[in-house]
């Protein structure tokens, strides 16, 4: 079974400082890791995903995740966070064997100004 | 830039009558999925179709809920009698294939009374 831990449930930054979203992962197989950001009220928003290749994944909005294949994690995060990054996060974990993609509970970020 | 689209976003229905939900996937993609979203949490796959065929239902609680896709492209999620747990938000995601990124729609928010 697949399965993604999100530590914090929230996260708290001043507008200008790094953020990072935490997330770890456990599959059987090879993982297809994504991100996806939700603000309120609406659907789920594709930031960047692994499947294979480079551990820095670069993505939307100035994004990007490392993967760390010996810990287990697939952390989120941005040089320079935005009072407008305030949202959702969602991290999503595939095994490359399966398609079934399994969340985490998610981490609400907020950005103060 | 293509999306998945769905209807109604809001819905407040009475427990025991019956409720449906409406999604037009993004243009080509064969790969349809219903998940549901309990507030502060992560969202769980109801069912998944591959072109009009289900994949996977197992978590679809079929007592009460039905989904089809009958000519491979658009897809209603039923519920019949709806239940005060039903309270949520559906998503529609589709993906071109198995195995790609999945996108999201903007949800469809369901409240029982």
């Known amino acids: 079974a697949q399965s993604v831990a999100q530590p914090e449930d929230q996260v708290n930054v001043a507008e200008g400082n790094p953020l990072t979203v935490k997330c770890t992962y456990s599959v059987s197989g090879n993982p297809y890791l994504f991100w996806y950001v939700q603000y309120p009220n609406r659907g789920l928003q594709f930031l960047l995903k692994?499947?294979?290749?480079?551990?820095l994944v670069k993505g939307s909005y100035g994004f990007e995740a490392e993967f760390n294949k010996s810990q287990t994690s697939f952390h989120l995060k941005k040089p320079s966070a935005l009072v407008s990054d305030s949202a959702l996060y969602f991290c999503?974990?595939?095994?490359?064997?399966?398609?079934?993609?399994?969340f985490g509970a998610g981490t609400t970020v907020t950005v103060r100004a | 830039e293509a999306e998945v689209a769905q209807s109604p976003r809001y819905k407040i229905t009475e427990k025991s009558q019956a409720v449906a939900f409406w999604c037009d996937p993004i243009?080509?993609?064969?790969?349809l999925y219903w998940y549901r979203q309990i507030l502060g949490q992560g969202p769980e796959l109801l069912v998944q179709f591959q072109d009009e065929s289900v994949v996977d239902d197992s978590q679809l609680p079929k007592d009460r809920f039905s989904a089809e896709r009958l000519k491979g492209v658009d897809s209603t999620l039923k519920i019949q009698p709806a239940e005060l747990g039903d309270s949520a938000m559906y998503l529609c995601?589709?993906?071109?294939?198995?195995?790609?990124?999945?996108?999201f729609g903007e949800g469809s928010w369901l409240t029982v009374v």
């Open positions: 995601a589709s993906s071109s294939e198995v195995r790609s990124t999945i996108y």
């Open positions: 692994y499947i294979t290749g480079d551990n």
């Open positions: 243009s080509g993609h064969a790969t």
């Open positions: 999503a974990v595939r095994d490359g064997r399966d398609y079934k993609l399994s």
